[in-house]
Structures are given as C-alpha cells and as structure tokens.
C-alpha cells in the first residue's frame, strides 16, 4: 500500500482522531472511507449530469 503525506491544521486532526477513536478505527481507515465516500459522490454527480445532458440532447435533436 502506498503512503501519502498530507498536512491538515492540528484542530483538524483532532476531529479525525476523535471520530475515529468514537468508531474504533484508525485514522488512516477513516481518512480512506471519506475518500472512498467523496469519490463515489464524485461518480453519481457525474453520472446524474451526464443523463440530464442526454435528455436535454434529445429534446434538441426531437
């Protein structure tokens, strides 16, 4: 598994740790789901632009 170096505000941190300690995880476990959370978000935003871009083509093109 690769590492990664990110800096954060300490007040920041002490959240991530605060949760993550709340949910007996580790920080680096908890940092991975909001990323994994953030980029499935990413995906059906996407998707939902990319099928009202279709429709609206359509309505062009009728």
Do not use: C, H, W
């Not at 939902?48 to 309505?59: I, P, Q, S, V």
């Amino acid at each position: 598994m690769a590492r990664v170096l990110i800096s954060m505000p300490e007040e920041f941190l002490s959240m991530i740790d605060s949760v993550a300690d709340g949910e007996n995880r580790s920080r680096s476990e908890l940092i991975r789901e909001a990323l994994r959370t953030y980029i499935y978000k990413q995906k059906v935003r996407q998707s939902a632009t990319a099928g009202r871009n279709a429709e609206l083509l359509e309505e062009l093109l009728e």
